[in-house]
């Protein structure tokens, strides 16, 4: 357990900056058994339990509520290799998992560019499509077993067994995308691809997104494919030093394929070839660094869409700097604004004026990033009535008293729920 200020101060403020919690405390058991001491001892005393994984998230999910005690599961790692699969401590990070697999000849289908610290649990979590989804599909689809911990301590566990079983109530599918507040994931048997083999990658630059779309749609099957436009081109060449790999143009699409492929893609003429180029989209996030305070928001949106989206909210957030990017063939783009000034603050009204555009343009205010505390009270508020009997049912069958992540997603809080301070 670990209660010193300085320490816990780290565990409670999120990747943005945006949210703080206020925990009593953080622990981070190392074991199963560890975990199941942890919930039966919240069971007895009463206070709540929020999973966290490498604190990559950006919708408040694992900011904790005050007299909560963050459970970071970043010291429960490693690796065991399981008839062409592997079983993932839930610590795990997503960089460790895919270099396993490569020296083993497999692929692992989760790529993102927080790889390096964020957790194969996490990811799990919010259910991570990433940079590969568009190939491999979202985490759930990754996941073959799992083994998880009820909050008063029963292990639910289908890490071995008949895997491809279609009968009964699949846990791993059930807790996908739940985000902590259904049980404690500690983890994962993973299925792995074959090796892809020789890839190309292109930058292409279009003055029209239809004509990106149009480029994609008759393009060969693909890896990845990203947009992003000038803006975040502009951010990351001068926050990375980079130089500008082509043309000026208002949308660049990236493109990575097998190389028996390539030679039936067809880009455009503002287009380059090479390695080092994944550089421009991974960077993007980081360059934000420079800006101050971030409202970062995962939203899906039907991509012919996507240029209605910016103009929209371009006009709308200014004085405030808008960047849209992400993965265009899943329509999952990532917004985000930061202040004219590091020193500034973008007001918390620019969240409602991000996701009334997305409705408007008949899309979801939540992505591959989860609902969070962000996201609850609007989500909520549009979610159909079965669909929110079915989660209170869910809820109240495996964590009756809410200590499971209050406060987050779907799931219905307990009386007497504590806020989360927003920077």
Request: glycine fraction near 10%; include cysteine.
């Amino acid at each position: 357990m670990v209660d010193d200020p300085d320490i816990v101060a780290r565990y409670a403020v999120d990747w943005t900056g945006r949210f703080r919690g206020r925990p009593a405390c953080v622990v981070r058991p190392a074991s199963v058994e560890e975990v199941v001491a942890l919930m039966r001892l919240s069971a007895e005393a009463g206070f709540g339990l929020v999973p966290q994984g490498g604190n990559t998230g950006l919708v408040g999910a694992t900011q904790a509520p005050a007299g909560t005690v963050i459970l970071n599961l970043e010291a429960l790692r490693g690796i065991t290799d399981d008839d062409g699969a592997v079983v993932a401590a839930a610590g795990t990070t997503i960089a460790e998992v895919a270099r396993h697999a490569r020296e083993r000849g497999h692929e692992f289908g989760l790529d993102m560019a927080s790889r390096d610290s964020a957790t194969v649990g996490g990811a799990f979590a919010t259910n991570a499509g990433g940079l590969y989804a568009c190939r491999f599909g979202r985490m759930a689809d990754q996941v073959t077993g799992v083994e998880a911990v009820l909050a008063d301590g029963t292990v639910v566990s289908t890490l071995e067994g008949p895997h491809r079983s279609v009968a009964g109530v699949d846990p791993a599918r059930l807790l996908a995308g739940s985000e902590g507040g259904l049980a404690v994931v500690t983890a994962l048997r993973l299925r792995l691809h074959p090796p892809i083999g020789p890839t190309v990658t292109c930058l292409s630059g279009f003055a029209d997104f239809d004509a990106l779309v149009d480029t994609l749609a008759q393009s060969p099957p693909v890896l990845a494919a990203e947009v992003f436009g000038h803006p975040e081109m502009e951010i990351v060449t001068s926050h990375a030093g980079l130089p500008a790999p082509l043309a000026r143009s208002r949308w660049y699409l990236l493109v990575e394929l097998e190389e028996r492929h390539a030679a039936d893609f067809r880009p455009p003429p503002n287009a380059v070839v090479g390695d080092g180029l994944w550089e421009y989209r991974d960077r993007i996030t980081e360059s934000f660094g420079t800006t101050g305070v971030v409202h970062k928001h995962d939203i899906v949106v039907p991509r012919r869409r996507l240029p209605d989206l910016v103009e929209r909210l371009g006009e709308a957030v200014e004085p405030n700097r808008l960047f849209v990017f992400g993965h265009v063939l899943m329509d999952d783009f990532h917004v985000n604004i930061a202040p004219p000034d590091p020193a500034e603050v973008v007001p918390e009204a620019i969240d409602d004026v991000v996701f009334s555009a997305v409705e408007e343009l008949g899309g979801v205010v939540a992505g591959e990033h989860g609902i969070g505390r962000l996201k609850r009270e609007r989500y909520l508020a549009r979610l159909d009535p079965v669909s929110r009997r079915l989660a209170e049912a869910l809820k109240r069958a495996v964590d009756p008293d809410g200590r499971l992540n209050p406060g987050v997603g779907v799931w219905p809080a307990p009386s007497g729920e504590q806020a989360v301070d927003l920077l």
